[in-house]
């Protein structure tokens, strides 16, 4: 299963609502999941479950979507949330991400 | 605590050999299964291979299979990962991680997603 994002690359400033998408060659469902990844560090889990709010993410993320067509949504950016961004597919092995969405300061 | 720990990285020449180790504590081991996923320098994230929380399964990515293994030792609380043919696209610094709780709503079950990850070792395959 290949996933794609839209777009590569945003730039915004803090305080807009921001949205990532991600598609799926083929359907899913909701077995999907959020990463956000920092310079330098490790992937932290947002979402799974398409919409399911991991423990301790702030609830300004949302995840939403089904089938073939998910987003995520960041509804006032804050500063720390500068940031790259990643969907996971976990309908079937290879557990494949998508290439990443890279939300920049504007 | 959850902690995750990688070991075992380094420069190694094409069709050298590596082997990972991800010291685990903080959880119960055993009752999860674990990943890897590694990210080449400046590239996105890409899933390498899992194994079951008995190690029964284990699962890779089409760009390692054949040449790369994973395991797990539970009585050690270790997780491992045999690499072998290694090729200059294998160069990614290579993350552990645990899986989330399976989450189960509306009649389906949600795993395979990462709620821990270590701090990544970086292999380097080059001559």
């Known amino acids: 299963i290949q996933l794609t994002q839209s777009p590569s690359f945003l730039s915004a400033s803090v305080g807009d609502r921001v949205t990532i998408t991600c598609r799926a060659s083929q359907g899913i469902s909701s077995y999907l999941a959020w990463y956000q990844q920092k310079p330098g560090k490790a992937p932290k889990l947002l979402i799974y479950a398409a919409s399911t709010l991991q423990s301790g993410v702030p609830s300004r993320f949302s995840g939403s979507g089904s089938g073939t067509e998910f987003t995520l949504t960041i509804s006032s950016l804050q500063p720390e949330d500068f940031a790259t961004y990643y969907c996971q597919q976990l309908n079937s092995y290879p557990r494949t991400f998508g290439p990443g969405t890279k939300v920049d300061i504007k | 605590e959850v902690q995750l720990l990688e070991s075992g990285g380094g420069l190694v020449q094409p069709g050298g050999s590596l082997r990972l180790s991800c010291a685990a504590s903080?959880?119960?081991?055993?009752?999860?299964?674990m990943s890897w996923v590694r990210q080449a320098p400046g590239k996105g994230l890409e899933w390498v291979s899992a194994i079951s929380g008995s190690g029964g399964s284990t699962y890779y990515a089409d760009s390692v299979k054949g040449r790369f293994t994973i395991s797990r030792d539970n009585s050690k609380n270790t997780l491992y990962l045999q690499m072998n043919s290694l090729r200059a696209e294998d160069t990614a610094v290579y993350y552990c991680?645990?899986?989330?709780?399976?989450?189960?709503?509306?009649?389906?079950?949600?795993?395979?997603?990462?709620?821990?990850w270590g701090q990544g070792t970086l292999v380097t395959v080059s001559s």
């Open positions: 991680a645990k899986d989330h709780p399976p989450y189960c709503s509306g009649g389906s079950c949600f795993q395979g997603y990462f709620d821990y």
């Open positions: 903080g959880f119960t081991f055993s009752s999860y299964a």
